[in-house]
């Protein structure tokens, strides 16, 4: 059986880029094996650092960023953020003097840069202070600043006359100045008197050249109900919470160049000296920007901008100004007849993202490419409705990146969580279809979990966003506590001690076992960086937004049944199907790509012609395929005239014998077996497993992570020939697997996987790392286990019996197990626990070692107390440290595991006075502690890391501890010719 853990890849930069690393290195089972054991810099995750701008203090940079590299990070995300209230006060900070922009804000930041550089890390940084983009440079009544349309209206009966001021609108606090854009009368065609009326266009008037200069109008009804529309752009005044700026700071213009000419001048007049471009070159970083957070309160606007309707006639071909009433990314405020309303809407909303991508993202990414730097972002919203195409925009980002809180669960943070895995996939799609090597995480913010998150959930979490195609991961955050800035112990934090996100720093009793975390991380991101990610499916998916509000992700192919059997898939858009790789040869489309097997379009309703008729060829040309439910019936946007012709070509599709309709997603894995589809890697039977396939230029990656509370285990056929090699990303060791069968092409191997938890196996018909596979390998067998004893596969067995196994050679051994030791359970502990605990300061950790106690097992279930349930520990945090002893008979070929149970949080072992090497931190398994051991006595100690919260909150809010139960599990080794 494989182990529970396995490994994953690093970072690679993207083509072009400052820093991209070797392709050669990455690409080989050489390269693998040298960096898998000891990932570079390049290949290990970041943290991003909140710091309070010319506030940072140099000596703690200094000691943070030499904290985070010996922490085993790679890089740093200087992120300004200062929220100077209750929530995260901080003390001796003046944005008059200190703010983005100000000369201690660009000496310091300065600072950073050398210093990080020093300590041997990346840096990358915000382009503005905090997110969305924001200046204190512009004005919400001038150029720059992010506009909006505002409806003010008025209704007429029929003859009745307006005589009086144009409708005026309801201007947002530090709003000033509106400019009339449109003034058009609509009579009313039906619910006139609910919220959302129906709007005849074809009857509507253009008043707006009646209005004479002091903006008075008169004009007489016809007969009907009518409504007066005057459409009105003016700036949203948005501020940015935390911004803590000079002046008070807005959202800019995000859909036109002053927006982003107003930041680029704001850097050159106030931020880059040559000192600053030299060390922001030398970085090899990136700038960044997070979430779009463009709608106030999380309630979209109707975004605008000073040439948008010149813009939309242009990109649309028609005038939308008679339709203004209609427009909004979400919650119109008025109808149109039949679908016209909807199909404006698709426009103006591919508009909006037509002008963030050509006027504010593209601009930006060549900016950043002039300072020397790639450009990583987070393009979609994670507070309300948006307009933005995700898939478009990380096919244009040097890097990529999703959040983890955003994508999956909000605020729940349970172990397991995989609601958003279909919005990471779409954005690891588009990553592999533009050649980005990148995709990442900003993981694992939690609202109201600050010090309180276990090492377990982050790591599931990490897991999880993996086996979704991510590969480099920012840890969300790192706060720069500078001398005198605390008002709360453990120091200041960005969001507080309860806010938005974990504190990561040596203020953690994990902090010693964090390093052990972060090359775990390393390893993993090595290799999920090997060659190229092979995808199984492409499945049409064509909507804006990771999720149809922008808060929490949600399946966009809801059905499991695609992953179960294991198939890989991912998301292509109409931008994605125009790309020059999304070509098809040998039924297989993207081949220098992903490599898809087959399409799939999923209950679409609509879809533009040029897709449609592409999905047609890409059919003529050998490709098989799915269509889930009914066909598109009309073209996307306000095309009629396209309508028949989209429903003819997928008409068309029926001539094709490579093509199946299917009623429901569930259908889809057998009408791909009927097409002669198959996963990649196949499992025997449905499984939980959710995994992942890279491809290099002699090896193949595969990642599987369970997606499941539950053990899975699982036999697997993977698509490649050759030796199967184990990963283990806590050690770093590359070991033959023991047992696994080679059936034509295929490579069989068997899975054992904790909830949580994750499996990594290379095949390559090269060595790795020096190892030696046996000469002759276990196919089969009944034993639970299968080791390598230089080579040489031995039965591991903890329990008696008689065992079959069949080598690849032909023959069957029949093993006789006998005299397996039995398992053994420590019941009484001696517990001695370091509380760590505010000292004479907010921002002093003091250390107080608490009277050593013995703990006993619970004699019907095994378990031991919790720290909450002894006396004096239910505000406790800290380390505690596990001893207890145990006698054991000792033979040749004998061991034993030593199962730990429930842990919470981190935990290191010892046995008889020696370390054992990093555990997997996730898995309820087994640590193999045979070779530690000696015949008689023989002592056991467990260090167990707490979180901080329990102490900050004065009072239990988690359960920290060794649970268990706990068992000592012999083991014997039998050699295969033992009968």
Not at 169 to 182: E, I, N, R, S, Y
Not at 905 to 930: E, F, H, M
Request: glycine share 10%; aromatic share 8%.
């Amino acid at each position: 059986m494989l182990a529970a853990a396995l490994a994953l890849p690093a970072a690679v930069t993207a083509p072009g880029s400052a820093q991209a690393s070797p392709k050669q290195d990455y690409g080989s089972a050489a390269g693998l094996a040298r960096r898998f054991a000891n990932p570079p810099v390049q290949d290990r995750p970041f943290y991003r650092y909140w710091h309070p701008g010319g506030r940072m203090d140099p000596d703690t940079l200094k000691a943070d960023f030499t904290a985070m590299r010996e922490g085993g990070a790679g890089g740093v995300e200087l992120s300004n953020f200062v929220r100077n209230n209750s929530v995260a006060p901080i003390n001796d900070y003046d944005p008059a003097t200190q703010g983005f922009g100000t000369d201690a804000w660009r000496e310091r930041f300065s600072d950073a840069y050398a210093i990080g550089k020093s300590a041997g890390l990346q840096v990358d940084t915000t382009y503005t202070s905090k997110w969305s983009a924001n200046l204190a440079s512009v004005s919400p009544d001038g150029p720059g600043s992010e506009k909006e349309l505002t409806l003010a209206t008025a209704w007429l009966a029929a003859g009745q006359e307006y005589a009086g001021r144009v409708p005026q609108p309801t201007l947002p606090d530090g709003v000033h100045k509106a400019d009339l854009v449109a003034l058009r009368a609509y009579p009313c065609s039906s619910k006139c008197d609910d919220d959302v009326p129906v709007l005849d266009p074809t009857g509507s008037v253009n008043l707006k050249d009646r209005v004479s200069g002091d903006e008075q109008l008169r004009w007489k009804a016809p007969d009907g109900r009518w409504v007066l529309v005057a459409s009105w752009m003016h700036g949203t005044g948005q501020l940015v919470e935390g911004a803590e700026t000079p002046g008070t700071s807005y959202l800019v213009d995000h859909f036109s160049r002053a927006g982003i000419d107003a930041i680029e001048s704001f850097w050159n007049e106030h931020l880059l000296t040559k000192e600053v471009r030299a060390r922001l070159k030398a970085s090899g970083g990136s700038l960044f920007f997070d979430s779009l957070e463009l709608n106030p309160g999380g309630e979209p606007l109707r975004n605008w901008t000073a040439d948008f309707l010149k813009e939309f006639r242009k990109r649309r071909g028609y005038d939308v100004e008679p339709y203004i009433p209609t427009l909004a990314v979400s919650g119109p405020q008025f109808e149109l007849p039949g679908s016209l309303a909807e199909r404006v809407r698709e426009d103006y909303r591919q508009t909006l993202n037509d002008l963030f991508r050509d006027d504010h993202l593209l601009p930006l990414r060549t900016w950043a490419h002039s300072l020397g730097l790639t450009l990583r972002g987070q393009p979609y919203s994670s507070w309300g409705p948006t307009f933005v195409d995700p898939m478009e925009a990380s096919s244009l980002l040097d890097i990529p990146e999703g959040e983890d809180r955003s994508f999956n669960a909000g605020a729940s943070q349970g172990l397991i969580e995989t609601q958003g895995a279909d919005a990471w996939r779409s954005m690891a799609t588009a990553a592999q279809l533009s050649g980005r090597p990148l995709v990442s995480d900003e993981c694992c913010a939690s609202f109201g979990r600050a010090y309180r998150v276990t090492r377990q959930k982050l790591l599931s979490h990490v897991n999880e966003n993996f086996s979704a195609g991510v590969n480099n991961v920012v840890w969300h955050g790192w706060s720069h506590d500078a001398p005198g800035t605390a008002v709360t112990w453990p120091g200041w934090a960005g969001f507080g001690n309860t806010g938005v996100d974990d504190a990561y720093g040596p203020q953690n009793p994990t902090w010693a076992d964090d390093r052990r975390i972060n090359d775990y991380v390393a390893r993993l991101q090595t290799a999920l960086r090997t060659g190229r990610q092979l995808t199984d499916i492409a499945i049409y998916h064509q909507k804006p937004g990771h999720s149809s509000e922008g808060t929490v992700g949600e399946r966009y192919f809801t059905s499991s049944a695609l992953e179960q059997l294991g198939f890989t898939y991912g998301f292509v858009n109409t931008t994605l199907l125009a790309g020059h790789q999304m070509s098809v040869a040998n039924r297989m489309l993207a081949p220098q790509g992903p490599g898809f097997h087959a399409f799939v379009v999923d209950r679409e309703s609509a879809m533009d012609l040029a897709s449609a008729r592409r999905i047609v060829t890409m059919a003529r040309q050998g490709l098989p395929g799915v269509v889930v439910g009914d066909a598109p019936q009309r073209a996307l946007g306000d095309h009629p005239g396209d309508d028949a012709a989209v429903r003819a070509a997928f008409e068309q599709l029926h001539r094709f014998g490579t093509v199946r309709w299917v009623a429901a997603e569930d259908d889809v894995p057998q009408a791909l077996t009927a097409l002669g589809v198959q996963p990649r890697a196949a499992f025997a039977s449905p499984s939980s497993l959710v995994g992942v396939q890279r491809s290099g230029q002699d090896v193949n990656v595969y990642y599987w992570y369970n997606a499941s509370d539950k053990q899975a285990k699982a036999t697997v056929s993977v698509a490649a020939r050759g030796i199967p090699y184990q990963l283990d990303p806590w050690t770093g060791r590359t070991e033959p697997v023991a047992s696994y069968a080679v059936k034509g092409d295929h490579t069989v191997v068997n899975l054992d996987v904790a909830p949580g938890d994750i499996a990594l196996v290379a095949v390559s018909d090269k060595p790795l790392a020096g190892t030696r596979p046996p000469s002759t390998h276990v196919v089969s067998t009944t034993a639970g286990q299968v080791v390598l004893d230089g080579g040489t596969p031995l039965l591991r067995a903890t329990e008696n019996g008689r065992q079959t196994t069949v080598l690849s050679d032909g023959r069957q051994v029949v093993t006789d197990v006998r005299d397996v030791p039995t398992a053994q359970s420590p019941t009484r502990w001696q517990l001695s626990v370091a509380s760590w605990h505010q000292g004479s300061s907010p921002q002093q950790t003091q250390i107080t070692q608490l009277p050593e106690q013995q703990v006993t097992a619970a004699s019907d279930t095994g378990l031991l107390p919790a720290w909450s349930t002894l006396p004096g520990m239910q505000s406790v945090s800290g380390v505690g440290t596990y001893r207890t002893t145990f006698d054991v008979d000792l033979r040749e070929r004998a061991g034993a595991y030593l199962d730990l149970g429930q842990v919470t949080t981190t935990y290191r072992v010892a046995v008889n006075g020696r370390s054992l090497p990093p555990a997997d931190q996730l898995a309820g398994a087994r640590i193999d502690i045979g070779p530690y051991l000696r015949s008689g006595r023989n002592e056991v100690v467990v260090t167990v890391a707490s979180m901080l919260g329990n102490a900050i909150a004065g009072k239990t809010v988690n359960s920290y501890g060794l649970v268990g139960p706990v068992r000592l599990i012999p083991y014997v080794d039998v050699p295969l010719s033992a009968r």
